[in-house]
């Protein structure tokens, strides 16, 4: 069994920043690719920035692109997104997935493990 468990979430302001982690617990995830993603009120789940746990190599969406940063910490299985200049439009609850396998990192059926979300409202 795999637990995923997000924090950092909470109120900002625009131009401000927020630092997403994600710890992950269950499991040995020397194997597991991570990702990030968001979900707005009425909105589908959006793909945001994933990372490869072997090599590092990130991909992040294009809206994204910049401005947050997805890193990892394998000694604490731990998986972070750092957001910068936040935007109104960034207010969504934020989740941490994590893959086991092959498949496309930025669509969200390649995950099978999802943790419970955390909300980050930015203010205008």
């Known amino acids: 069994q795999v637990q995923l468990v997000e924090s950092g979430g909470g109120l900002a302001q625009a131009g401000g920043s927020l630092r997403l982690s994600c710890a992950a617990s269950g499991r040995t995830f020397t194997n597991y690719d991570m990702g990030w993603f968001r979900q707005a009120p009425g909105k589908e789940r959006n793909f945001l920035a994933a990372?490869?746990?072997?090599?590092?190599?990130?991909y992040y969406a294009d809206s994204v692109k910049g401005r947050f940063t997805i890193s990892k910490d394998s000694t604490k299985n731990m998986v972070y997104l750092q957001m910068n200049s936040l935007k109104p439009e960034d207010t969504a609850v934020y989740y941490c997935a994590a893959a086991l396998g092959v498949g496309n990192l930025r669509v969200d059926t390649t995950y099978g493990y999802w943790g419970q979300g955390t909300q980050v409202t930015v203010s205008s």
């Open positions: 990372i490869r746990w072997g090599g590092g190599t990130t």
